[in-house]
């Protein structure tokens, strides 16, 4: 809510603000930080290719914004429910109050923690003053990564994050490995991964094809979430890329749920695809190498 209610920042990111144009290696999100007025702010320079893989490189000062993440009650701790704020400012600090909707919503917040083993999608609430807020709890104390991801009015897909601290017994981080096979029991459903190809930069499909655990039938009654048949977040393993996904036909019921994206580069990435059915949302995740 006030700026000093702070969070606290990780000593990697402690490098100040470096999203000026274009800055190949930060990737798409613009997590260069810096200490202000004890707030934390993220830069993007994430604009103009929004819907393609997270190389979104070429921002130009003038369609940057910033976000500005901070806990209400100053920090997090871990299982307490804790309410995030998000304020988007152009890179002058002038507040955007304006968004589109994008997926049914002005804003998705993404959290992961560092080995990528938690993941969560939620969506704050539009304060129409200036703030966007979303109470959540994080099972850990330790770093977790926040992405906002919004269409700011007239302009095009941005997403902005910010590693944040959570106060509270950590947990031992594993490795991001490889899956050995892209098959995944969730919910009663085994869902299955095939990607068009592997190799980075390449225009790449996506396909998820849902079966009833049991009878290994095709559900063909997915129902529609955030106005399309899936949503899918791709992270590289270090969370720095975050991809943009869109999928091939909003409007499939399954068994095969489509989405296009692109790999910036060779390494490990980690999916999670979020479907609908029966009313219940369900989430599966992978991982995957691409070279
Ligand atoms: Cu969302």
Known sequence: MKKRMMLMLTGALAVG?????????????GHGGTHQGGAINALANDNGHGDHGGQDTGG???????????????????????KLNVQVTDTN??????????HEKLMH????????????????EWDGKGTFTVETSF???GEYKVFADFVPKGGSGTTLSKWVKVEGETKPQEK???????????????????????????????????????????????????GAVGHVVVLSEDAEQYLHVHPANEKASGPAAEFMTAFPNPGTYKIWGQFQHQGKVFTVPYVVEIQ
Do not use: M
């Not at 600090?93 to 994008?102: P, T, Y």
């Open 17 to 29: 603000l470096l999203a000026a144009c274009g800055t190949p290696k930060e990737g798409a999100d």
């Open 60 to 82: 130009h000062a003038a369609d940057n914004y910033k976000a500005t993440f901070t806990f209400a009650s100053g920090t997090a701790k871990a299982s307490e429910n804790t």
């Open 93 to 102: 600090g002038k507040a955007i109050h304006d968004f589109e909707w994008n």
């Open 109 to 124: 917040i993404i959290i992961v923690n560092k080995d990528l083993s938690y993941f969560s999608h939620i969506h704050p």
């Open 139 to 141: 099972p850990k104390g």
């Open 176 to 226: 991001v490995k490889a899956d050995a096979e892209l098959v995944k029991v969730v919910d009663g459903k085994e869902v299955t991964l095939t990607l068009s190809s592997a190799k980075a930069k390449d225009e790449t499909t996506l396909t998820f094809t849902v079966k009833d655990e049991k009878t290994k039938e095709g559900i063909r009654n997915l129902e529609q979430y955030l």
